[in-house]
């Protein structure tokens, strides 16, 4: 069994949204963190507007989705959370192991070998198999492939589209968070390994952005040895502070919001940062004065000794 999880960095994230519906509209959102050994929830508050009718549900991947019925005219969501995470980097307390083959996985696992809209992996069987067939079967080939991706694939702020699927960006040879976790998991299946889109929030713990972004992640899981690993191809370096929202089979599954009827996002702002315990509550104004990350020091505090909750 691994070890029982230290929480010893406080993170604030969430998301602040607008949207503006001229006639009946519904919203989907997928904006709180899902239970993870590698964080837990201390407290969250999710404000849907002026009391907006809504109701929550748990989705076929196991996300927690609410269904909104937006008002006439102007909207506003926010959601924001004080998490209590791990200092210690992607899948440093999960134990490796051997693929399993297609007739001995788990029934449910089987989805996540399958080509899907954005993981199109049918049209990248021959591809994948020039490249990495000859890397050792497992978790060697969930890394070349990630590493191939991060040096052969270019990272373009803001050149994201809805429509491009993993071959796509192939072709292209650049994109952005999101294409780069839709071919991670379209090569991943390739080989009849389990793999799945995640979306996030990830601070810059240890590991400064210069640009300042804060956004949504996308980066993948792939099961192997009875575990799903984090790989994620557009840093391709084990990342501190991962806080997963949602999983599925691509970005269809993994979307903060799907509208329905006539409405439109008209603003979006993201946060994930690292904070002093105590010192900051949900619901404060944004004060990125008192954040402890974009720096290459990770700065740990004593870990939690209450009980915190997912």
């Not at 049209?123 to 052969?152: C, D, M, Q, T, Y």
């Not at 994109?175 to 929030?201: K, S």
């Not at 105590?278 to 209450?306: C, I, K, Q, W």
Request: neutral net charge.
């Amino acid at each position: 069994m691994p070890p029982t999880p230290k929480f010893d960095l406080t993170l604030r994230v969430g998301c602040s949204l607008g949207y503006e519906a001229t006639g009946p509209a519904w919203v989907l959102l997928n904006v709180q963190p899902l239970p993870a050994r590698n964080h837990a929830v201390v407290f969250q508050a999710l404000a849907l507007g002026n009391n907006l009718p809504a109701d929550e549900f748990t989705d076929s991947h196991g996300n927690r989705v609410w269904r909104v019925r937006l008002a006439s005219g102007s909207n506003a969501i926010r959601h924001d959370a004080i998490i209590a995470a791990q200092s210690g980097p992607d899948n440093h307390d999960v134990p490796s192991g051997s693929p399993v083959s297609p007739g001995e996985l788990p029934p449910e696992l089987l989805r996540y070998t399958l080509p899907s809209r954005y993981c199109d992996s049918d049209k990248l069987s021959n591809f994948a198999w020039e490249k990495f067939g000859r890397i050792e079967h497992g978790l060697p080939r969930v890394r070349a492939i990630s590493r191939w991706l991060h040096e052969n694939i270019e990272y373009r702020y803001g050149s994201g589209r809805p429509d491009l699927s993993a071959w796509d960006v192939l072709q292209r040879g650049y994109g952005v968070c999101r294409d780069f976790a839709h071919l991670a998991v379209a090569l991943n299946r390739t080989f009849n390994l389990p793999a799945r889109y995640v979306t996030g929030h990830l601070a810059d713990i240890g590991f400064p952005d210069p640009e300042n972004h804060m956004d949504f992640h996308a980066y993948g899981e792939v099961h192997v040895g009875g575990n799903w690993h984090t790989t994620d191809a557009r840093f391709h370096v084990p990342r501190i502070g991962r806080i997963k929202i949602s999983c599925g089979a691509d970005a269809v599954d993994g979307a903060f919001s799907t509208i329905y009827g006539g409405a439109t996002l008209t603003y979006f702002q993201v946060w994930a940062y690292q904070v002093p315990r105590g010192a900051v509550g949900v619901g404060d104004p944004l004060d990125f004065s008192r954040r402890l990350d974009n720096t290459t020091m990770v700065r740990v505090e004593e870990p939690y000794s209450v009980e915190v909750r997912n």
